[in-house]
């Protein structure tokens, strides 16, 4: 059996492995020292900086931080109604409030 009896095909990436693809594809977002404090103090612990720009591109759709304040009050206020239950869903939050924070920043 030789090399040519191999087939080589793309491999699959894993879900976190593609988001952290797509924030370094989006590396063009500038993250100033004041955005990058403002995540920081917006979840109460340090941050990589690669997280944080990962949650501005998931969210770069949304270009109004009146309507981003307005998603992230939607889901504390399910979060709240779960009982503070929900992994996925506090992370989808502290995604939003680093979004808020360094929008609200510039």
Same mark, same amino acid.
């Given at each position: 059996?030789?090399?040519?009896?191999?087939?080589?095909?793309e491999p699959?990436?894993?879900?976190?492995?593609?988001?952290?693809?797509?924030?370094i =594809?989006a590396?063009?977002v500038?993250?100033? &020292?004041?955005?990058?404090d /403002?995540? #920081?103090?917006?979840l109460? @612990?340090e941050l990589?900086?690669?997280?944080?720009?990962?949650?501005l591109?998931e969210?770069d759709d949304y270009k109004?931080?009146?309507a981003?304040?307005?998603?992230?009050?939607g889901?504390e =206020?399910?979060?709240?109604?779960?009982g503070? &239950?929900?992994?996925?869903? /506090?992370? #989808?939050i502290?995604?939003l @409030?680093?979004?808020?924070?360094?929008?609200?920043?510039?």
């Amino acid at each position: 059996m030789g090399l040519d009896d191999y087939v080589i095909s793309e491999p699959k990436l894993s879900p976190d492995f593609e988001q952290a693809l797509v924030g370094i =594809k989006a590396g063009s977002v500038e993250l100033s &020292r004041e955005a990058f404090d /403002a995540a #920081e103090e917006a979840l109460g @612990r340090e941050l990589d900086r690669d997280e944080v720009r990962n949650a501005l591109a998931e969210y770069d759709d949304y270009k109004d931080v009146k309507a981003l304040r307005k998603l992230l009050k939607g889901k504390e =206020k399910e979060f709240d109604g779960k009982g503070g &239950r929900g992994v996925a869903l /506090a992370e #989808e939050i502290d995604k939003l @409030r680093m979004v808020v924070a360094v929008r609200s920043s510039k």
